[in-house]
Protein backbone atom coordinates (compact mmCIF):
# COMPACT_ATOMS: atom_id res chain seq x y z
CA UNK A 1 0.00 0.00 0.00
CA UNK A 2 1.32 3.32 -1.07
CA UNK A 3 -1.19 5.68 0.90
CA UNK A 4 0.23 8.19 3.20
CA UNK A 5 -1.94 10.81 3.43
CA UNK A 6 -5.50 9.82 4.85
CA UNK A 7 -8.80 11.09 5.79
CA UNK A 8 -11.12 9.05 8.05
CA UNK A 9 -14.15 10.34 7.84
CA UNK A 10 -17.66 9.85 9.58
CA UNK A 11 -20.23 10.94 12.34
CA UNK A 12 -19.87 11.07 15.97
CA UNK A 13 -19.25 7.58 17.55
CA UNK A 14 -18.18 6.18 14.01
CA UNK A 15 -14.77 4.59 15.29
CA UNK A 16 -12.66 7.18 13.95
CA UNK A 17 -10.30 7.56 16.64
CA UNK A 18 -10.00 3.91 17.27
CA UNK A 19 -9.45 3.62 13.47
CA UNK A 20 -6.64 5.95 13.55
CA UNK A 21 -4.48 4.40 16.11
CA UNK A 22 -4.67 1.22 14.19
CA UNK A 23 -3.10 2.72 10.59
CA UNK A 24 -0.61 4.95 12.91
CA UNK A 25 0.70 1.38 14.65
CA UNK A 26 0.83 -0.22 10.95
CA UNK A 27 2.23 2.81 8.75
CA UNK A 28 3.92 4.86 11.10
CA UNK A 29 2.55 7.78 10.28
CA UNK A 30 0.98 10.52 13.03
CA UNK A 31 -2.82 10.66 13.56
CA UNK A 32 -3.82 14.17 13.33
CA UNK A 33 -7.14 15.10 15.52
CA UNK A 34 -8.21 18.18 15.75
CA UNK A 35 -10.68 16.75 18.79
CA UNK A 36 -7.98 15.53 20.92
CA UNK A 37 -5.77 18.92 20.30
CA UNK A 38 -8.79 21.26 21.17
CA UNK A 39 -9.66 19.21 24.03
CA UNK A 40 -6.01 19.36 24.69
CA UNK A 41 -6.30 23.24 24.32
CA UNK A 42 -9.15 23.53 26.65
CA UNK A 43 -7.60 21.31 29.27
CA UNK A 44 -4.50 23.52 29.54
CA UNK A 45 -6.56 26.45 29.46
CA UNK A 46 -4.95 28.17 26.23
CA UNK A 47 -6.34 30.76 24.64
CA UNK A 48 -7.63 28.52 21.54
CA UNK A 49 -9.20 26.13 24.33
CA UNK A 50 -10.42 28.97 25.84
CA UNK A 51 -12.23 30.35 22.32
CA UNK A 52 -13.24 26.37 21.84
CA UNK A 53 -14.93 25.73 24.99
CA UNK A 54 -18.21 26.59 24.78
CA UNK A 55 -18.30 25.14 21.21
CA UNK A 56 -17.47 22.11 22.50
CA UNK A 57 -19.40 22.02 25.42
CA UNK A 58 -22.96 22.17 23.30
CA UNK A 59 -21.72 19.83 20.73
CA UNK A 60 -21.22 22.66 18.58
CA UNK A 61 -18.57 22.70 15.32
CA UNK A 62 -15.57 25.13 16.43
CA UNK A 63 -15.29 27.99 13.99
CA UNK A 64 -13.35 27.26 10.86
CA UNK A 65 -10.72 29.92 11.44
CA UNK A 66 -9.63 28.42 14.69
CA UNK A 67 -9.76 24.88 13.75
CA UNK A 68 -7.84 25.82 10.27
CA UNK A 69 -5.23 27.64 11.75
CA UNK A 70 -4.93 24.38 15.12
CA UNK A 71 -4.93 21.55 11.87
CA UNK A 72 -2.21 24.13 9.59
CA UNK A 73 -0.16 23.80 12.39
CA UNK A 74 0.38 20.68 13.21
CA UNK A 75 0.59 19.34 9.62
CA UNK A 76 3.45 21.60 9.21
CA UNK A 77 5.63 19.91 11.98
CA UNK A 78 8.36 17.91 10.36
CA UNK A 79 6.27 14.50 11.41
CA UNK A 80 3.96 14.67 9.31
CA UNK A 81 6.08 15.23 6.47
CA UNK A 82 6.19 11.48 5.50
CA UNK A 83 2.44 11.17 5.91
CA UNK A 84 -0.66 11.58 8.18
CA UNK A 85 -4.15 10.43 9.20
CA UNK A 86 -6.27 13.30 9.66
CA UNK A 87 -9.51 12.05 11.79
CA UNK A 88 -12.12 14.73 12.41
CA UNK A 89 -10.30 17.30 10.41
CA UNK A 90 -11.73 19.04 7.57
CA UNK A 91 -15.31 18.75 8.89
CA UNK A 92 -17.07 22.02 6.70
CA UNK A 93 -16.59 22.54 2.96
CA UNK A 94 -14.18 25.95 4.26
CA UNK A 95 -12.17 23.74 5.98
CA UNK A 96 -11.67 20.97 3.09
CA UNK A 97 -11.08 23.97 1.26
CA UNK A 98 -8.21 25.02 3.24
CA UNK A 99 -6.49 21.63 3.39
CA UNK A 100 -6.36 21.69 -0.35
CA UNK A 101 -5.05 24.71 -0.46
CA UNK A 102 -2.28 23.75 2.08
CA UNK A 103 -1.48 20.35 0.66
CA UNK A 104 -0.99 22.00 -2.77
CA UNK A 105 1.19 24.42 -1.14
CA UNK A 106 3.13 21.65 0.50
CA UNK A 107 3.10 20.23 -3.32
CA UNK A 108 1.48 16.73 -1.68
CA UNK A 109 -1.65 15.48 -2.43
CA UNK A 110 -4.21 13.46 0.00
CA UNK A 111 -4.61 9.69 -1.40
CA UNK A 112 -7.59 8.44 0.39
CA UNK A 113 -10.89 9.87 2.05
CA UNK A 114 -12.35 6.39 4.09
CA UNK A 115 -15.87 7.27 4.98
CA UNK A 116 -16.70 5.02 7.91
CA UNK A 117 -20.71 4.24 7.74
CA UNK A 118 -22.68 3.65 10.70
CA UNK A 119 -26.53 3.34 11.10
CA UNK A 120 -27.59 6.39 13.64
CA UNK A 121 -29.46 4.23 16.20
CA UNK A 122 -25.94 2.54 16.37
CA UNK A 123 -23.96 5.59 16.75
CA UNK A 124 -26.09 6.96 19.52
CA UNK A 125 -25.79 4.00 21.60
CA UNK A 126 -22.41 3.93 21.16
CA UNK A 127 -21.89 7.78 22.77
CA UNK A 128 -23.67 6.95 25.85
CA UNK A 129 -21.84 4.18 26.30
CA UNK A 130 -19.00 5.98 25.74
CA UNK A 131 -20.24 8.94 27.68
CA UNK A 132 -20.49 5.95 30.52
CA UNK A 133 -16.59 4.87 29.90
CA UNK A 134 -14.69 8.33 29.50
CA UNK A 135 -16.94 10.90 30.80
CA UNK A 136 -16.61 13.07 27.75
CA UNK A 137 -18.18 16.21 28.48
CA UNK A 138 -19.76 16.63 25.45
CA UNK A 139 -21.16 12.84 25.33
CA UNK A 140 -24.56 13.51 26.78
CA UNK A 141 -28.08 13.45 25.20
CA UNK A 142 -28.39 16.93 24.23
CA UNK A 143 -25.15 17.48 22.53
CA UNK A 144 -24.95 14.23 20.88
CA UNK A 145 -27.97 14.92 19.21
CA UNK A 146 -26.65 18.89 18.28
CA UNK A 147 -23.20 17.01 17.38
CA UNK A 148 -25.54 14.49 14.47
CA UNK A 149 -26.49 17.36 13.17
CA UNK A 150 -23.58 19.37 12.67
CA UNK A 151 -22.39 16.61 11.08
CA UNK A 152 -25.51 16.03 8.73
CA UNK A 153 -25.90 19.80 7.98
CA UNK A 154 -21.83 20.84 7.37
CA UNK A 155 -20.01 17.61 7.36
CA UNK A 156 -21.77 14.94 5.11
CA UNK A 157 -21.43 17.09 2.05
CA UNK A 158 -17.57 16.52 2.37
CA UNK A 159 -18.42 12.95 0.67
CA UNK A 160 -19.11 14.64 -2.31
CA UNK A 161 -15.90 16.78 -2.46
CA UNK A 162 -13.69 13.93 -2.51
CA UNK A 163 -15.53 11.63 -4.04
CA UNK A 164 -15.32 14.72 -7.06
CA UNK A 165 -11.65 14.73 -6.14
CA UNK A 166 -11.73 10.59 -6.82
CA UNK A 167 -10.28 9.52 -3.67
CA UNK A 168 -13.04 8.64 -1.60
CA UNK A 169 -13.66 4.76 -0.64
CA UNK A 170 -16.93 4.08 2.01
CA UNK A 171 -16.46 1.57 4.70
CA UNK A 172 -19.18 -0.10 6.50
CA UNK A 173 -18.57 0.71 10.21
CA UNK A 174 -20.44 -1.92 11.70
CA UNK A 175 -19.00 -5.66 12.93
CA UNK A 176 -16.33 -5.73 15.20
CA UNK A 177 -13.07 -3.71 15.49
CA UNK A 178 -10.55 -5.84 13.68
CA UNK A 179 -13.29 -6.67 10.84
CA UNK A 180 -13.61 -2.94 10.64
CA UNK A 181 -9.56 -2.44 10.32
CA UNK A 182 -9.50 -5.07 7.55
CA UNK A 183 -12.02 -3.59 5.40
CA UNK A 184 -10.03 -0.11 5.88
CA UNK A 185 -6.89 -1.67 5.08
CA UNK A 186 -8.96 -3.66 1.89
CA UNK A 187 -9.97 -0.26 0.32
CA UNK A 188 -7.01 1.23 0.76
CA UNK A 189 -4.84 -1.69 -1.06
P1 LIG B 1 -16.72 13.42 17.89
O1 LIG B 1 -16.34 12.99 16.51
O2 LIG B 1 -17.13 12.26 18.74
O3 LIG B 1 -17.72 14.53 17.94
P2 LIG B 1 -14.13 14.83 18.25
O4 LIG B 1 -13.17 14.52 19.33
O5 LIG B 1 -13.71 14.61 16.86
O6 LIG B 1 -15.42 13.98 18.61
O7 LIG B 1 -14.61 16.36 18.38
C1 LIG B 1 -15.08 16.89 19.59
C2 LIG B 1 -15.50 18.35 19.39
O8 LIG B 1 -14.35 19.13 19.02
C3 LIG B 1 -16.51 18.61 18.29
O9 LIG B 1 -17.85 18.42 18.72
C4 LIG B 1 -16.21 20.07 17.95
O10 LIG B 1 -16.76 20.95 18.91
C5 LIG B 1 -14.70 20.14 18.08
N1 LIG B 1 -14.02 19.86 16.79
C6 LIG B 1 -13.14 18.87 16.53
N2 LIG B 1 -12.71 18.91 15.27
C7 LIG B 1 -13.33 19.96 14.68
C8 LIG B 1 -13.32 20.54 13.38
N3 LIG B 1 -12.58 20.02 12.39
N4 LIG B 1 -14.11 21.63 13.15
C9 LIG B 1 -14.85 22.18 14.12
N5 LIG B 1 -14.92 21.68 15.36
C10 LIG B 1 -14.17 20.59 15.65
Redesign the pocket.
Known sequence: MSARRLLLLGP??AG?GTQAKRLVDRYEIPQI????M?RAAKAAGTEIGKRAKS??DA????PDEI?IGVAEERLGQPDAAAGFILD?????VA?AEALDDLLDRLGVKLERCVAIAVPEDELVTRLLKRAELEGRA?DNEASIRV?MNEYHEKTAPLVDHYSGRGVLVEVAGVGSIDEIAKRIEDALN
Open positions: PGKSTGDLYMGKLVVGFPRTQDR
